[in-house]
């Protein structure tokens, strides 16, 4: 049923067998291909025995051939073969899941060694701040600089704060969980109903210019230096990546920050956003916010004391 | 049954000892495997046939293994080996296909 020569097979396509002029003759490699699987020294060699040998010229002898241990071998050799190859393979992936999680187990080692040090950073300035305090309130020239400190101080967001306020919630539009996850597979772009770094910077210039004293995102506080910014989709707040939903805390006057955002231009760019994006906002007043202090201040500019 | 198990113990053995193979030749360990493989069904296939011969078995097995692994390490030199390597895997991956279709109408007439 199965032709072994050259000759075509005769479940193959007709086109193979027609002498004159084969259709497919451009194809020929590729319908050999197809067509002539089985080596053909089988053939050739089976022809051969049964011209030369004759006495045994039974089909498949089997077994009793005093041949049979190469093809043996060769089959513990294509086991052994497969099997190195496949314990390769493990072997390669499961080295490169190892450096991964290394890696991740790095970063997670170090991030909270940051974490301590930034911690033991502010107890240690709040101590520098306390004790400068108590020598400047020892005479009123000491405590007018103390005043002014302060303001400064708070003004660059370098204290950690406390104090009534609003919070302010801002959330991505909801996906649409039947369409699949990837919205760029539908023709969409990947930024479609999300809050973008420049949706946040006109939000939180709403609330400065609402009367906001001190104003943190997802608990970042912002100073005068602190950049919102996005690196492909993630948006950076002072060169940390944030993930939404967004919390924006102001302090300040509740009753005012909320009645003046709204009113504002900021309010009212965040209104058009929820409308036509699907971007969910609200915003709260709150009692009680305490902000940590933005990150350690560097020293930008400093000039030698006059001589006396 | 005798083949099957000679299989079978290669590759617990390979698995087991995992014999170190030279880092030049590990890209060509897959392709070797499937040209290994294309052998093989290609003698189940002759055995069915009738037609099986075990020395053609052998020099076809080897020769296909090396003669594989030799083009692709030739598409390596020339910069296509992933290329040449999908051209092999195509090929070969046909023939044993079109075996296994001939062993199985001679197992099941079907």
Excluded: C
């Excluded at chain 1, 050259?6 to 479940?11: G, Y």
């Excluded at chain 1, 393979?89 to 080295?95: E, G, I, K, P």
């Excluded at chain 1, 690196?231 to 300040?252: H, K, N, Q, T, W």
């Amino acid at each position: 049923m199965t032709g072994v020569s050259r000759s075509p097979v005769s479940d193959q396509p007709s086109s193979a067998e027609v002498p004159p002029r084969r259709l497919d003759g451009s194809m020929s490699l590729l319908v050999d291909v197809m067509t002539n699987t089985l080596d053909e020294a089988y053939a050739a060699r089976a022809a051969q025995k049964r011209g030369t040998g004759g006495g045994s010229s039974a089909p498949a002898p089997r077994g009793a051939r005093p041949g049979r241990l190469p093809g043996v071998l060769v089959l513990v050799l294509l086991g052994l073969l497969t099997g190195t190859a496949v314990a390769h393979v493990r072997d390669r992936a499961q080295a490169a899941e190892g450096l991964r999680s290394d890696l991740a187990e790095e970063v997670r080692g170090r991030s909270a060694e940051t974490d301590r040090l930034e911690a033991a950073a502010a107890a240690l300035r709040s101590e520098v701040a306390a004790t400068r305090d108590i020598a400047l309130e020892a005479d009123a020239a000491g405590s007018r600089v103390g005043e002014r400190l302060r303001a400064l101080e708070l003004a660059s967001a370098t204290v950690p704060v406390r104090g009534p306020g609003v919070v302010l919630t801002i959330a991505d539009a909801e996906q649409d969980p039947t369409l699949g996850t990837d919205v760029r597979l539908r023709g969409g772009s990947p930024l479609d109903g999300r809050v973008l770094d420049r949706d946040l910077q006109v939000v939180v210039n709403g609330l400065w210019a609402a009367g906001a004293e001190a104003v943190t995102i997802n608990g970042v506080r912002l100073s005068s230096r602190a950049a919102i910014r996005s690196a492909g989709e993630a948006v950076l707040v002072d060169f940390r990546p944030l993930s939404p939903p967004y919390r924006l805390e102001a302090i300040g006057r509740p009753a005012s920050l909320e009645v003046d955002f709204v009113d504002s231009q900021a309010g009212r760019f965040l209104e058009s956003l929820s409308s036509f994006s699907g971007i969910t906002w609200t915003l709260d007043r709150s009692e009680r916010l305490t902000m940590p202090a933005a990150t350690e201040p560097q020293l930008r500019a400093a000039r030698p004391e006059e001589p006396s | 049954m005798i083949p099957a198990l000679a299989l079978l113990v290669g590759v617990v053995l390979g698995l087991l000892l995992q014999p170190t193979v030279p880092a030049a030749l590990q890209p060509y360990l897959p392709i070797a495997v499937v040209a290994a493989l294309d052998a093989v069904f290609g003698a189940v296939r002759a055995q069915l046939d009738g037609i099986f011969d075990e020395k053609v078995f052998v020099v076809s097995f080897v020769s296909n293994v090396v003669v594989a692994a030799l083009i692709v390490f030739l598409g390596d030199q020339l910069g296509v080996g992933g290329q040449l390597s999908t051209g092999v895997v195509v090929v070969l991956g046909i023939r044993i296909f079109s075996n296994a279709a001939a062993i199985r109408r001679h197992l099941f007439n079907a």
